[in-house]
């Protein structure tokens, strides 16, 4: 058994729930996805486990860091719980957000 598959058991679903075939995926409009080119479907409660198990996948932290955050609202919306820790990734990319909107700020002359 896969990883993920034994995340989602866990959760309390089917795998078999959170499977979209290829012409659904391509109904779906773009904002039904988190991540970039159609990736990581997040149109209801058993995509967004789905998606929570395959995040681990993602190689770029930055990238991660953004479908988690897709993801942390697409589960508030759909009454999914999901462990809030914030991981070490998160936080670099929270971190340089912040920096580039004071280097942003100070270019403008505004004082903070």
């Known amino acids: 058994m896969e990883e993920y ?7 309390g679903y089917d795998i078999e729930e ?3 075939t290829y ?10 996805f988190c991540g970039p080119n ?7 409660a058993a995509h967004v486990r789905n998606a929570l198990a395959r995040l681990r996948f993602v190689k770029s932290k930055a990238m991660k860091a953004k479908i ?3 993801l942390r609202r697409r589960a508030k919306k759909f009454g999914v719980e999901i ?3 914030v991981s070490d990734e998160e936080r670099e990319v929270e971190k340089t957000d912040s920096q580039i909107v004071d280097w ?3 270019e403008l002359g505004i004082k903070q």
């Open 38 to 44: 159609k990736t990581y479907p997040a149109q209801d």
């Open 104 to 106: 942003y700020l100070n």
């Open 18 to 20: 959170a499977k979209l």
């Open 5 to 11: 598959e034994y995340i989602a058991e866990l959760e």
């Open 23 to 32: 012409a659904a995926r391509q109904k779906l409009p773009t904002s039904a």
């Open 83 to 85: 462990n809030e820790t």
């Open 68 to 70: 988690m955050a897709c």
